[in-house]
């Protein structure tokens, strides 16, 4: 089972932007696509990306598309969300997460490891 850490979080102003990293150990890190969740106090995790495991296909969630993009490194066993432009509304704890599944995935039934979590706050 792979083991997931993540780091990169912060305060940071309305339009700034910041990246968070994914460290992973242990596990097939690069035969599973990587995903990143969110969640928002009072409110449910929230898809945000996912990263088939070549590093080809990414799929995002419409809220961060164009703004957010995901990247891995397999040799390094590494997993990013570089996230720019952020909002308010983007303020929440980032979770990366292995998927069991080789190809891009939203969904959490397909989670076999949860990072935990790093918090990103945003100013208005």
């Known amino acids: 089972q792979v083991q997931l850490v993540e780091s990169g979080g912060g305060l940071v102003q309305a339009g700034g932007s910041l990246r968070l990293s994914c460290a992973a150990s242990?596990?097939?890190?690069?035969?599973?696509?990587m995903n990143w969740f969110r969640q928002a106090p009072g409110k449910g995790r929230e898809f945000v990306g996912s990263?088939?495991?070549?590093?080809?296909?990414?799929y995002y969630a419409d809220s961060v598309k164009g703004r957010f993009i995901i990247s891995r490194d397999n040799v390094k066993k590494m997993a990013y969300l570089q996230m720019n432009t952020l909002k308010p509304e983007d303020a929440a704890v980032y979770y990366c997460?292995?998927?069991?599944?080789?190809?891009?995935?939203?969904?959490?039934?397909?989670?076999?490891?949860w990072g935990q979590g790093t918090q990103v706050s945003v100013s208005a």
């Open positions: 242990g596990g097939s890190f690069g035969t599973v696509a």
């Open positions: 990263i088939g495991w070549s590093g080809i296909l990414t």
């Open positions: 997460a292995a998927s069991r599944l080789p190809r891009p995935t939203l969904s959490t039934a397909d989670v076999i490891s």
